[in-house]
């Protein structure tokens, strides 16, 4: 089994920046497509970006590109997402997600096997 603890989130005016983070505990990650979802109230919850195992390919939704970066340290088990020029429509609670991939390079996260716990990001106007 997979834990993955999120961490980092809080409240930021619009045009500022955040990093959240994503610890995996009880087996390594390192092999795993991982990427961050949200979901704001009252909506379904959507793909906000996806990291290949290696790091190499990413895929972001239209509305984030150029804004936010997702990495991984394989050594730390760790992923992160770095916000920048954020809008209030960003407020959401934000999840990380692994999936198993064996180590084959892809972005596709869905089906998802793991998440997180979420942390809520607060943008105000």
């Known amino acids: 089994q997979v834990q993955l603890v999120e961490s980092g989130g809080g409240l930021v005016q619009a045009g500022g920046s955040l990093r959240l983070s994503c610890a995996a505990s009880g087996r390594t990650v390192s092999w795993y497509t991982m990427g961050w979802f949200r979901q704001a109230p009252g909506k379904e919850r959507e793909l906000v970006a996806a990291?290949?195992?290696?790091?190499?390919?990413?895929n972001y939704r239209d509305s984030v590109k150029g804004r936010f970066t997702i990495s991984r340290d394989n050594a730390k088990n760790t992923l992160y997402l770095q916000m920048g020029s954020l809008k209030p429509e960003d407020t959401a609670v934000y999840y990380c997600?692994?999936?198993?991939?064996?180590?084959?390079?892809?972005?596709?996260?869905?089906?998802?096997?793991?998440w997180g716990q979420g942390t809520q990001v607060t943008v105000s106007s």
């Open positions: 990291i290949s195992w290696s790091g190499a390919s990413t």
């Open positions: 997600a692994a999936r198993d991939t064996r180590g084959f390079e892809t972005v596709l996260i869905i089906p998802t096997d793991y």
